[in-house]
T-cell receptor, first 110, second 114 residues
Framework: DAKTTQPPSMDCAEGRAANLPCNHS???????VYWYRQIHSQGPQYIIH???NNETNEMASLIITEDRKSSTLILPHATLRDTAVYYC???????????FGTGTRLTVIP | GAVVSQHPSWVICKSGTSVKIECRSL??????MFWYRQFPKQSLMLMAT?????????EQGVEKDKFLINHASLTLSTLTVTSAHPEDSSFYIC??????????FGPGTRLTVL
């Protein structure tokens, strides 16, 4: 699996959009970009994933650059409950294990 | 969305005893499940891949005789930590994939070995 690079931490004001960047310059053509988050002492929660098109669901939007070397996860209106560690992972679909890096610790500030 | 459960959510045991952790896919079948371990302030580390009806595949450095994995059905995988010691205290998490998409994770099991 391709390695990803994320900033170790970010702060975001409550109600504002949180934009979390991720670099995956060595991503291969059949690897998707996955985003998960982990709230303290819980299992990772799936957020969104995409291959090359931008994606949006009820939780977030995923913007992938045209060359697929980087992406941004957008939480449109951050709440205090969005405080968590966010992991960006490049990997194949289905029954393939995912390699977790160190992620970005997002703190939403009141 | 797909739901994965784990039982127990936490367990405390004495050194030298064995502990079994269950991972269930509640609303889908999974021929493959994954077991991860997470130490405090660290990221998840893959321990092994559990395959229904066949032997598990262990990552380098993970002792297969210590961490026994059984995947007896399409909805259940178990991890048994044998002769547990304090250094095995950790947060154990399983995951499964219901379709050609992302994986879904269980809530985790916190093991404390005294």
């Amino acid at each position: 699996d391709a390695k990803t690079t994320q900033p170790p931490s970010m702060d975001c004001a409550e109600g504002r959009a949180a934009n979390l960047p991720c670099n995956h310059s060595t991503i291969s053509g059949n690897e998707y970009v996955y985003w998960y988050r982990q709230i303290h002492s819980q299992g990772p929660q799936y957020i969104i994933h995409g291959l090359k098109n931008n994606e949006t669901n009820e939780m977030a939007s995923l913007i992938i650059t045209e060359d697929r070397k980087s992406s941004t996860l957008i939480l449109p209106h951050a709440t205090l409950r969005d405080t968590a560690v966010y992991y960006c992972i490049a990997g194949q679909t289905g029954a393939n294990n995912l390699f977790f890096g160190t992620g970005t610790r997002l703190t939403v500030i009141p | 969305g797909a739901v994965v459960s784990q039982h127990p959510s936490w367990v405390i045991c004495k050194s030298g005893t064995s502990v079994k952790i269950e991972c269930r896919s509640l609303d889908f079948q999974a021929t493959t499940m994954f077991w991860y371990r997470q130490f405090p302030k660290q990221s998840l580390m893959l321990m092994a891949t559990s395959n229904e009806g066949s032997k598990a595949t262990y990552e380098q450095g993970v002792e297969k005789d210590k961490f026994l994995i059984n995947h007896a059905s399409l909805t259940l995988s178990t991890l048994t930590v044998t002769s547990a010691h304090p250094e095995d205290s950790s947060f154990y998490i399983c995951s499964a994939s219901p379709w050609a998409s992302g994986q879904f994770f269980g809530p985790g099991t916190r093991l404390t070995v005294l």
